[in-house]
Protein backbone atom coordinates (compact mmCIF):
# COMPACT_ATOMS: atom_id res chain seq x y z
CA UNK A 1 0.00 0.00 0.00
CA UNK A 2 1.43 3.25 -0.81
CA UNK A 3 0.50 6.27 0.76
CA UNK A 4 -0.42 9.37 -1.60
CA UNK A 5 0.11 13.62 -0.61
CA UNK A 6 -2.82 14.38 1.76
CA UNK A 7 -5.56 16.24 -0.70
CA UNK A 8 -7.85 17.57 1.96
CA UNK A 9 -6.66 19.88 4.46
CA UNK A 10 -8.70 19.57 7.60
CA UNK A 11 -10.14 23.35 8.37
CA UNK A 12 -9.19 24.81 11.63
CA UNK A 13 -11.82 25.47 14.25
CA UNK A 14 -11.25 29.12 13.97
CA UNK A 15 -10.69 29.32 10.18
CA UNK A 16 -14.39 28.19 9.20
CA UNK A 17 -17.77 26.77 10.29
CA UNK A 18 -19.08 23.36 9.42
CA UNK A 19 -22.59 24.89 8.03
CA UNK A 20 -23.95 21.34 8.45
CA UNK A 21 -23.67 21.05 11.91
CA UNK A 22 -24.94 24.34 12.94
CA UNK A 23 -28.47 23.78 10.52
CA UNK A 24 -31.22 22.57 11.80
CA UNK A 25 -34.53 21.95 10.84
CA UNK A 26 -37.86 23.51 12.15
CA UNK A 27 -41.28 22.17 12.42
CA UNK A 28 -44.32 24.95 12.29
CA UNK A 29 -44.66 26.43 15.69
CA UNK A 30 -40.77 25.63 16.70
CA UNK A 31 -39.43 29.02 15.51
CA UNK A 32 -39.75 32.65 15.31
CA UNK A 33 -42.05 34.22 18.43
CA UNK A 34 -42.89 30.98 20.16
CA UNK A 35 -39.63 29.57 20.51
CA UNK A 36 -38.27 33.05 21.63
CA UNK A 37 -41.60 32.90 24.15
CA UNK A 38 -40.56 29.27 25.17
CA UNK A 39 -37.07 30.27 25.66
CA UNK A 40 -38.17 33.04 28.15
CA UNK A 41 -40.44 30.93 29.94
CA UNK A 42 -37.22 28.29 30.32
CA UNK A 43 -34.63 31.41 31.49
CA UNK A 44 -37.44 32.88 33.81
CA UNK A 45 -37.77 29.45 35.82
CA UNK A 46 -34.07 28.69 35.82
CA UNK A 47 -33.54 32.29 37.49
CA UNK A 48 -36.62 31.66 39.95
CA UNK A 49 -35.07 28.11 41.12
CA UNK A 50 -31.36 29.67 41.13
CA UNK A 51 -32.39 32.24 43.42
CA UNK A 52 -34.68 29.89 45.52
CA UNK A 53 -32.11 27.54 45.75
CA UNK A 54 -29.57 30.09 46.82
CA UNK A 55 -31.96 31.69 49.66
CA UNK A 56 -32.64 27.76 50.67
CA UNK A 57 -28.35 27.72 51.24
CA UNK A 58 -27.84 30.99 52.82
CA UNK A 59 -30.94 30.00 55.37
CA UNK A 60 -29.04 26.91 55.98
CA UNK A 61 -25.46 28.21 56.37
CA UNK A 62 -26.73 31.21 58.44
CA UNK A 63 -28.37 28.70 61.26
CA UNK A 64 -25.65 26.36 61.19
CA UNK A 65 -23.33 29.06 61.96
CA UNK A 66 -25.60 30.28 64.85
CA UNK A 67 -25.10 26.94 66.58
CA UNK A 68 -21.41 27.53 67.03
Known amino acids: MVLGPV ?4 QM ?4 K ?8 LLP ?3 GRARRQKEMR ?4 A ?4 LLFS ?6 LYF ?3 KR
Open 7 to 10: TRIP
Open 13 to 16: LWFG
Open 18 to 25: NKERQRFY
Open 29 to 31: GMG
Open 42 to 45: ILRW
Open 47 to 50: IAVG
Open 55 to 60: ALMACA
Open 64 to 66: LSL
